[in-house]
């Protein structure tokens, strides 16, 4: 065991192989696990925990590939507080077992030392293009590969992972783990086109053409969601997705550092308080900014982010200011603070009660994150893709996932709005199974002599 953990670099927010047995240890084994059940995806959680127990890293790497494509991701960045992890029958006594810390341990060895090849059926024919490398996309195309269908994902993007790569800062999910995983999933014979955009000159027709038998749209929520308060335009006020993405870039050698919108010495309000409020927070931080402040209209008790994440937020020295909502960024030639109209808080389950009273907080940078939509940019240079009144795919049931057109598939962000990385992974998966009924169903036909419609 030790000359094995002197042969691994580990993460010292992770733990050691011994640590990761222990903790392993501690399972109750329940007949019934509500940490499976509290899990989107339904991972074997008990299963893969007591092949840690036994210290068999195989084995659980084996169990946890069967649901998972993405688990080193998911280790770190999923809500397990609310989910596995607050599911556990010993989290009634604070004593919870820490399934996101083992998961994130036999990922990262498997990542390491190559514990599993990868599986993959028998080929089957049928090739399908993936648009999108975040989530939902890797999911569906680790999934179709391991059935046996031929893959090929799209990117705009310069490396594939989406938002795990553009939106999610450093700090929570360093980039190697997500090269690594999008390199395990293209050693399943997935081919990735990075730098294509779909869209004006590549177009879903076009993917048709060049022999496609289905295409999954799984671009997430690409634009982010504005104000309209007065002042929003001046210089300073900028969206915390562009912000995340520049950092990324910047870090990449992509950009100049000094094309990241929040220098050493600014004083930054982050209006929005969910977890892409408390991430743009955090790394406002570490570009040391002078003060951050997060604005929350509502309750303090009512913060959108997590728990755990607003309290890294509050250590690293954020400031939380609650019950203030936004009226105006004032400023005559860039942002100079943010004008605020204070609500009274009458206590829990009543309506706040606006006030007359306002405050101003000085600014000079304002980051706006209350959100994100989709792009249409895919959808209105094609036909037949219908969305609802906020933009979003409508899909079919049967086959799961699959548009208003023939053949194009949806799921993640892009249709379910935002979400958690494991929520648009679940969908993905079944989508993907919507996908292999799809094409085998159209391969048969065509053997017949018969083409599909709608």
């Known amino acids: 065991m030790e000359e094995l953990e002197r042969f691994i670099e580990y993460d010292p927010a992770g733990f050691t192989l011994r640590e990761a047995i222990i903790e392993a240890k501690r399972c109750l084994h329940c007949s019934k696990p509500r940490c499976r059940t509290g899990c989107p995806i339904e991972n074997e959680i008990p299963d893969f925990i007591e092949a840690m127990a036994h210290g068999n ?22 809500p397990h507080e609310k989910q596995c992890e607050g599911s ?48 939902a996309g890797l999911t569906v195309a680790g999934d179709l590969a391991k059935m046996g269908f031929s893959v090929t994902v799209y990117d705009a993007q310069q490396e594939a992972g989406g938002v795990l ?52 749209i799984g671009t997430g929520n690409a634009l982010a969601k504005s104000l309209s308060l007065p002042g929003i335009k001046l210089p300073g006020a900028v969206q915390a997705t562009y912000f995340l993405q520049m950092v990324e870039l ?56 997590l728990a755990s994440e607003v309290a890294s937020a509050r250590k690293e020295g954020v400031n939380f200011t609650s019950l203030r909502r936004p009226l105006e960024l004032i400023g005559e030639y860039f942002v100079t603070g943010v004008l605020c109209h204070i609500m009274s ?25 209350i959100g994100q939509r989709p792009a249409s940019r895919i959808i209105g240079s094609t036909k037949g893709i219908e969305v609802d009144e906020s933009g979003y ?51 048969l036909m065509e053997k017949c002599g018969l083409k599909m419609t709608d």
């Open 165 to 216: 790569m553009y939106g999610i800062p450093e700090f929570r999910l360093p980039k190697q783990v997500v090269r690594r995983e999008v390199k395990k999933i293209a050693n399943l014979g997935v081919q990735f086109n990075l730098n294509t955009m779909i869209g004006p000159s590549l177009t879903l027709d076009n993917l048709f053409e060049q022999g496609f038998d289905a295409v999954f």
């Open 57 to 78: 890293l195989g084995s659980a790497s084996t169990i946890i590939a069967k649901h998972s494509n993405l688990p080193a991701v998911c280790g770190r960045v999923c």
């Open 88 to 135: 556990c029958i010993l989290n009634k006594q604070g004593k919870g077992i820490k399934v996101g810390k083992i998961e994130r341990f036999i990922a990262d060895m498997d990542g390491d030392l190559a514990l599993i090849p990868a599986v993959i059926k028998e080929k089957r024919s049928g090739r399908i293009a993936v648009i999108g490398s975040g989530p």
């Open 345 to 369: 808080d009458p206590g829990e389950g009543k309506d706040l009660i606006p006030t007359e009273k306002t405050s101003i907080i000085p600014a000079n940078k304002v980051i706006i994150a």
């Open 393 to 443: 795919v409508k899909t079919r049931d049967i086959p799961y996932g699959m548009s208003m057109r023939s053949g194009v598939f949806s799921g993640g962000d892009v249709v379910n709005g935002p979400a958690t990385v494991v929520k648009a992974m679940k969908d993905a998966k079944t989508v993907a199974k919507g996908i292999a009924q799809y094409v085998e169903a159209k391969k």
């Open 250 to 305: 910047a870090n990449q050698g992509s950009v100049d550092a000094m094309e990241v919108p929040i220098h050493p010495g600014d004083n930054v309000v982050i209006i929005g308080a969910g977890n892409t409020a408390i991430d743009a927070a955090r790394t406002a931080i570490r570009r040391e900014a002078a003060s951050v402040t997060v604005l929350n209209r509502d309750r303090e008790s009512h913060i959108a982010a």
